[in-house]
């Protein structure tokens, strides 16, 4: 789906979606606090973004719900073109995909940052590291020394350029199914050296 970035594109629902390209300047996308009124574009956007990796509505949602503070929409001109949401957790701990959080831990020892995705358009233009910088500040502010995440589609570069690292073990492996054959479990440590 992501394939001609050029072409005007159908979302899910069928609404005629307007390409970005060579329309993008990145002092016009900035991330905003997320609300209830932003889970249809983020999940129209996760359908662009991750055909393979389907979530319901109704679980983005659920994630906003417990900790709003880490869940962030990138917006150009008031239109989503991108998404993060992240709350609270346990390390080595990965809630399955697709699934209800039901509750966040209060031994919480990280942030895990359940998804962060920027349109196929928009991307290359520091999105990902503006959003990286705002869960560290909100990571700091809640008091835990770690950032968790599960990369997909082999974007463990990307996220080791932030100083996250891959984390294996067998029992990580298992957790990691329901996020395709590419998943690795990545964590950043906040601590001071």
């Not at 005007?8 to 993008?24: H, P």
């Not at 719900?65 to 991108?82: A, M």
């Not at 835990?144 to 463990?156: A, G, M, P």
């Amino acid at each position: 789906m992501a394939a001609d970035n050029n072409a005007a594109r159908r979302s899910a629902s069928g609404v005629r979606m307007k390409s970005t390209a060579n329309q993008f300047d990145p002092k016009d996308a900035v991330w905003r606090p997320a609300s209830a009124n932003d889970i249809d574009a983020i999940a129209r956007s996760a359908k662009i973004i991750h055909p393979d990796l389907p979530e319901r509505p109704e679980v983005f949602a659920e994630k906003l719900s417990p900790f709003p503070s880490g869940c962030y929409v990138l917006v150009r001109h008031e239109e989503v073109i991108g998404y993060g949401l992240s709350h609270p957790w346990n390390l080595n701990c990965i809630p399955p995909l697709d699934s209800f959080l039901k509750g966040i831990p209060g031994d919480a020892d990280c942030l895990y940052v359940h998804d962060v995705a920027v349109l196929p358009d928009v991307r290359g233009h520091g999105s990902a590291a503006r959003y990286v910088d705002l869960i560290e500040e909100c990571a700091r502010k809640i008091g835990v020394d770690f950032l968790v995440l599960v990369s997909v589609y082999n974007t463990q570069r990307l996220w080791a350029l932030y100083g996250f690292e891959v984390v294996n073990g067998s029992e990580l492996d298992i957790k990691l199914r329901s996020y395709g054959p590419t998943a690795k479990y990545m964590i950043r440590s906040l601590k001071s050296p």
